[in-house]
């Protein structure tokens, strides 16, 4: 029912395009970060990779068991009914961009 007029939105180019066209009414403000990897993945080299096992990627045990840990919280975080109220009007902040 409510939603900001302005947004940033730091994240890929393709899933900031995917964002903003599911939220018309919101202007998002979308410094673009192209990543040449993820052009490159596509529904058909997923099923081909899923199929023949081909390009596994090996991880180091003790980095499996923090993602998993991190994986675990992410989806133990309780769903909301409905998104949190956003407060507008508000003075603007003065933001430095480090890159």
């Known amino acids: ?15 900031s395009d995917n964002v903003a066209s599911a939220n018309p009414g919101v202007n998002f403000i979308r410094p673009c970060n192209l990543c ?15 199929v023949t096992g081909e390009y596994e ?12 840990q991190a994986l675990d919280a992410m989806m133990a975080l309780p769903k909301m009914a409905k998104p949190l109220a956003f407060k507008t009007g508000l003075k603007p902040l003065e933001i430095e961009m480090v890159v």
């Open 1 to 15: 029912e409510e939603s900001p007029n302005k947004v940033v939105l730091l994240t890929e180019c393709s899933m």
């Open 36 to 50: 040449p990897h993820m052009k490159r993945i596509t529904l058909e080299n997923i099923y081909d990779c899923l």
């Open 57 to 68: 990627v090996l991880i180091p045990e003790d980095v499996r068991i923090r993602a998993k």
